[in-house]
């Protein structure tokens, strides 16, 4: 699976396939709740709408799409295939070439922002106020921020030799944490782009990393079949989670925190549960 992501309320999972297939489960069954297998080609990103209601997806054929989980349809809202993310108050749909203004029902291309500073991105996420959107540029290997509304360039870094591929903020907006392809795992401070601690390295690319909703750990998913949970503070190794043999494309928590899902390779969507270890079952 090329994307996963849980529901806020937590009773469900959203999966993107390589099948060119979006599929809902319920998380605590693995029970298909809604299936949308109408894509061409594959489903590169998916994420859920904070009133659960809807769900936004890019594809290989650089569509993005609405998802309108109660009556089964879907719409096409502009173009982007590597990411997607969706700002708190639901305005806003960020890409990975543009961002999609509910209200006013337009696109706006990242070169016609004011940055004009970047033409494609990697990875996107807003930040929990959602007043801040960072976007791992696939341009010049550079880290930015952005201030939404105004879309004001806030700040750029460009790391030597990191290409970017994925990035998350913090639940608290203080920090943002990015896996690159060169497999390393990075914190920096979320003002002034500043890199704080290198907190782990993969074998392998980092496809997808994220904050726990305490902010005290962070999941990385790599195509080295594996998925790590490091300590924020700490700036180290927690726990290889699960038992993978395929590239591991996402990850993502619940929201209490109790629950890591994951999309692999091997087109498992699997969920994790913190007990005393990490003990996963898939849902098929």
Request: with cysteine; aromatic share 8%.
């Given at each position: 699976?090329?994307?996963?992501?849980?529901?806020?309320?937590?009773?469900r999972?959203?999966?993107?396939?390589?099948?060119?297939s979006?599929?809902?489960?319920?998380?605590?069954?693995?029970?298909?709740e809604?299936?949308?297998?109408?894509?061409?080609?594959?489903?590169?990103?998916?994420?859920?709408?904070?009133?659960?209601?809807?769900?936004?997806?890019?594809?290989?054929?650089?569509?993005?799409?609405?998802?309108?989980?109660?009556?089964?349809?879907?719409r096409?809202?502009?173009?982007?295939?590597?990411?997607?993310a969706?700002?708190?108050?639901?305005?806003?749909?960020?890409?990975?070439?543009?961002v999609?203004?509910?209200?006013?029902?337009r696109?706006?291309?990242?070169?016609?922002?004011s940055?004009?500073?970047?033409?494609?991105?990697?990875?996107?996420?807003?930040?929990a106020?959602?007043?801040?959107?960072?976007?791992?540029?696939?341009?010049?290997?550079?880290?930015?921020?952005?201030?939404?509304e105004?879309?004001?360039?806030?700040?750029?870094?460009?790391?030597?030799?990191?290409?970017?591929?994925?990035?998350?903020?913090?639940?608290?907006?203080?920090?943002?944490?990015?896996?690159?392809?060169q497999?390393?795992?990075r914190?920096?401070?979320?003002?002034?782009?500043?890199?704080?601690?290198?907190?782990g390295?993969?074998?392998?690319?980092?496809n997808?990393?994220?904050?726990?909703?305490?902010?005290?750990?962070?999941?990385?998913?790599?195509?080295?079949?594996t998925v790590?949970?490091?300590?924020?503070?700490?700036?180290?190794?927690?726990?290889?989670?699960?038992?993978?043999?395929?590239?591991?494309?996402?990850?993502?928590?619940s929201?209490?925190?109790?629950?890591i899902?994951?999309?692999?390779?091997?087109?498992?969507?699997?969920?994790?549960?913190?007990?005393?270890?990490?003990?996963?079952?898939?849902?098929?």
């Open positions: 699976m090329q994307s996963v992501a849980f529901s806020r309320d937590g009773r999972v959203a999966s993107a396939g390589e099948d060119g979006v599929i809902v489960w319920d998380a605590a069954s693995g029970h298909k809604n299936v949308f297998a109408d894509y061409k080609n594959s489903v590169n990103a998916v994420a859920f709408a904070p009133d659960g209601g809807w769900l936004a997806t890019a594809d290989q054929d650089a569509e993005i799409r609405l998802l309108d989980l109660a009556r089964g349809v879907s096409e809202i502009g173009d982007g295939n590597y990411c997607v969706i700002s708190p108050d639901e305005r806003w749909v960020a890409t990975s070439v543009s999609f203004d509910r209200a006013a029902d696109a706006i291309s990242y070169m016609d922002l940055s004009k500073t970047m033409t494609a991105c990697y990875g996107v996420d807003f930040s106020d959602g007043r801040r959107l960072a976007c791992a540029s696939s341009d010049h290997e550079k880290l930015l921020l952005l201030e939404v105004s879309w004001r360039l806030l700040g750029s870094v460009r790391a030597g030799g990191t290409n970017f591929k994925s990035v998350c903020f913090s639940p608290d907006g203080r920090l943002l944490v990015t896996g690159d392809v497999g390393a795992v914190l920096w401070d979320a003002s002034s782009l500043r890199e704080i601690a290198l907190i390295r993969h074998a392998a690319r980092v997808a990393v994220a904050f726990s909703p305490d902010g005290r750990e962070v999941a990385s998913a790599s195509d080295d079949e790590a949970l490091w300590d924020v503070r700490r700036r180290r190794l927690v726990a290889r989670v699960g038992t993978h043999n395929a590239p591991v494309r996402s990850v993502a928590f929201p209490d925190g109790r629950r899902v994951t999309g692999g390779a091997d087109k498992s969507v699997r969920v994790y549960t913190r007990r005393r270890t990490l003990w996963g079952y898939s849902l098929d």
